[in-house]
């Protein structure tokens, strides 16, 4: 099949189209339609009546925007008319609600005369909350959007124009930051005149570009002053210069090219005859003004965009509209003014300079990515740019006087804003905040992973934690530096060094004191000291610090036995555990023996639920424990030991000895979580009528199995292994983890080191 026929495929198979209105109340009965529709819509129409803001409250106004066009200058088809340009509004529309869940309306004007497509758009405002004007054509643009903007109360944009504007010009502050160079000494060359190149250097010149540092090419060359007749956006950047007519020559020594105009026009020779450092934008799609390796082979020094996915540096609009539209919609905003678009520049250009999530790198099958010159805008799947640049599109709203619901709350905002679109899950966040308010001093036992170091820093710069990374620093740094990673902020603690002799000798001393009887002597003790997790654990236990993260580069088995070595098991337990927490649409879960047991006894799964009930209890949640199985309820009455008989017998022990606890098996996994069918088939069950919330495991295979799962399924969002059992706060991760990963668990080693804090001084107290 062809790129054409699968294009054409993608459009009609199914329902034609590529969206759809959707119902956002109960329709089921007739007391709904009644609701609805007649005789209860006549209330709310009432009430807008007397007071039109209402209609904010009472549709969908206040999360509606129009996408409008009359298709007279549609991608590069050019003017194919309002019927021929409609797929690419509904694709406008996709994005819109993919990327900020804003609704859309796509509407097709069949009319070319500015006066009357005005008066139609203004017609229909009342509808909309927002405006997008898409896909028409210059000069008839500019009027049709400056009327619109004077004349409405609700945001309107071009985003041809804007749009282009806001990302090029949030590349280009970054751009000029790698190049060290200041934007009011710049000289720039812009090929094309139409909307979009307008717009751009209009912004440009409101960020610090000095006009008489600007030439501008149409078809024709040069825009100089005297050279005829002129529209009056081009007479606006017409040069007072005489020496130059032609690109060739207006190139020569220029720091930065800005192309919004045709394929091939930029040669090798004239990117060769710019000043050092280059910026070039390379904008006309699909095929831009020079390629990228036509580019890179010019100039190693350059600093390169263009409007493609599969080269560096992708300026796309995507990264701005939805989330200009979401914070203008979000204060119910009256325009979309300069000062909210520089806000966005802003935020998308900070957005660059930070450690990109493993999300994003995933995405588009990138080890790494880093603010450098291949890297100097964010990629359009960064989830982070619905909460940076809507927020602060919304702030500069009200800033800016042109806001009619000021928002007070930013952190419930963003809250509500993940929430939204599913980017984030209130669970993590709550525990997050959690941490937040009283972080502690955590050890990276392993200093020379990458993906340790980033937790390390997103925990310190989100507030979480104090982070202590453990290795050589020299290392450690050019690792860090290698990876364009900030560490100056982290403390460094190399194990091995002279002037941490004393306290591996104190190390020592007590671990060999606590575990002679275990063929720990002190010069054993002494000579493994250095070894990152003794030395990590020995700081956790004797107060140098708080919790422990560890499991890069190391194994399970070694981590376990030697935590039970030197840290040890809490009183009244013989054994720990690992617990995973999966927050998924239909709840939280907590999920246990994860890491730790592999065939546990009847003793060891009473000890398992036991911890598993407190951990639940302590993340705030009420456990419902079921304890799982093949089997349900003695179905296998010749089941062994080590099988559905251990779990039976625990499950007994629990019903006697633990009779507060709301658990109850042996059952299969359906049965747990389906509690109509449980209480239909097994109305004698001890959990009934209760959503279970907590699952145990007969085995760690099952358990182990389960959880990575449901993961690689996309299910839900995870914290864990977390440690269940230990005296202190260790936590073990796997070689596998990301950097989100091992943030989360860095999340629940602070909170477990707090809980830990608030025992200690309860015991202290006694």
Not at 444 to 467: C, H, R, W, Y
Not at 613 to 642: I, R, T, W
């Amino acid at each position: 099949m062809t790129f054409e026929e699968k294009a054409l495929a993608y459009h009609a198979n199914g329902k034609p189209g590529k969206i759809e209105v959707v119902p956002t109340k109960p329709h089921s009965t007739q007391t709904d339609l009644g609701l609805a529709y007649t005789p209860g819509v006549a209330v709310p129409c009432l009430e807008i009546e007397k007071n039109p803001e209402t209609a904010y409250d009472y549709t969908g106004k206040g999360n509606l925007v129009a996408v409008i066009s009359n298709g007279t200058a549609v991608l590069g088809l050019g003017d194919i008319g309002a019927m021929a340009g409609k797929p690419v509004m509904e694709g406008k529309g996709l994005l819109f609600k993919i990327y900020a869940g804003v609704d859309v309306f796509d509407i097709e004007v069949n009319e070319k005369d500015p006066k009357k497509f005005i008066e139609i758009v203004k017609g229909i405002a009342p509808t909309f909350g927002g405006i997008n004007l898409e896909d028409i054509k210059a000069p008839e643009c500019f009027e049709i959007e400056e009327t619109l903007k004077k004349e409405l109360d609700i945001p309107v944009m071009h985003d041809d124009q804007h749009g282009t504007a806001i990302i090029s010009s949030a590349a280009l502050v970054n751009a000029l930051e790698i190049a060290g160079k200041e934007i009011d000494k710049i000289k720039l060359v812009v090929n094309g005149a139409g909307a979009a190149a307008v717009a751009c250097t209009k912004l440009y010149l409101s960020l610090g570009v000095k006009k008489e540092n600007v030439v501008m090419l149409d078809s024709k060359g040069v825009i100089y002053k005297g050279r005829g007749k002129l529209t009056p956006e081009k007479e606006f950047f017409a040069t007072d210069r005489t020496d130059v007519k032609t690109l060739e020559e207006a190139i020569k020594g220029a720091d930065m090219f800005l192309g919004l105009s045709k394929p091939n026009i930029l040669t090798k020779e004239m990117i060769q005859s710019m000043a050092s450092k280059p910026i070039v934008f390379a904008l006309a799609n699909p095929t831009p003004e020079v390629s990228y390796d036509v580019a890179v082979s010019a100039r190693e020094d350059i600093i390169f965009a263009t409007g493609r996915s599969d080269y560096p540096n992708q300026v796309n609009n995507v990264i701005g509209f939805p989330y200009i539209f979401r914070g203008a919609l979000d204060v119910r905003a009256t325009a979309i003014n300069e000062h909210m678009k520089h806000a966005a520049v802003r935020a998308i250009a900070a957005l660059a300079r930070k450690p990109v999530p493993d999300v994003v790198n995933i995405a588009y099958n990138s080890e790494r990515f880093s603010f450098g010159p291949k890297y100097i805008i964010p990629k359009p799947l960064d989830p982070r740019l619905l909460t940076d640049v809507s927020i602060a599109v919304a702030k500069a709203a009200i800033e800016s006087g042109v806001a009619r619901k000021p928002i007070t709350d930013w952190d419930a905002y963003a809250d509500s804003l993940r929430d939204m679109m599913g980017y984030d899950n209130k669970l993590i966040r709550e525990y997050e905040n959690m941490a937040r308010s009283n972080p502690k001093r955590v050890v990276f036992t392993e200093g020379l992973s990458v993906n340790m170091i980033k937790a390390a820093i997103q925990a310190k710069d989100e507030g979480i934690a104090f982070p202590i990374l453990l290795g050589n620093p020299e290392r450690i740094k050019e690792l860090a530096a290698s990876e364009k990673l900030d560490v100056s902020g982290l403390e460094i603690v190399n194990p091995r060094a002279p002037e941490e002799f004393n306290r591996r000798l104190k190390y020592a001393e007590m671990y060999a004191a606590e575990n002679g009887r275990n063929g720990v002597t002190f010069e054993k003790a002494a000579y493994e000291m250095p070894e990152h997790n003794h030395f990590g654990m020995m700081m956790v236990k004797t107060g140098d610090a708080d919790a422990l993260i560890s499991g890069s580069n190391s194994s399970f088995a070694t981590n376990i036995g030697l935590a039970k070595k030197m840290i040890g098991i809490r009183e009244d337990y013989k054994h720990f555990g690992a617990l995973h927490i999966l927050s998924t649409k239909k709840g939280t879960f907590f999920l246990a023996d994860t890491l730790v047991n592999r065939d546990p006894d009847t003793e060891t799964l009473v000890d398992i639920a036991k911890l598993t009930h407190d951990a639940v209890k302590f993340f705030a949640h009420e456990p419902v424990m079921a304890m799982l199985s093949y089997g349900n309820f003695g179905a296998d009455k010749n089941a062994s030991l080590g099988t559905a008989g251990s779990v039976r017998d625990a499950v007994k022990i629990l019903h006697e000895q633990y009779p507060d606890y709301a658990v109850d098996g042996e059952m299969q996994v359906n049965v747990a979580l389906n509690k109509e069918l449980r209480d239909k088939k097994f109305p004698f069950n001890t959990i009934k009528g209760q959503d279970v919330n907590t699952l145990i495991f007969p085995c760690l295979s099952s358990a182990n199995t389960t959880y990575r799962m449901l993961l690689e399924m996309g299910v839900g969002e995870s914290i864990g292994p977390v440690q269940m059992g230990l005296k202190k706060p260790v936590h073990f991760t796997d070689s596998e983890a990301s950097v989100h990963d091992i943030f989360n668990l860095t999340v629940a080693a602070v909170i477990d080191a707090i809980v830990q804090e608030r025992l200690d001084k309860a015991s202290a107290a006694k």
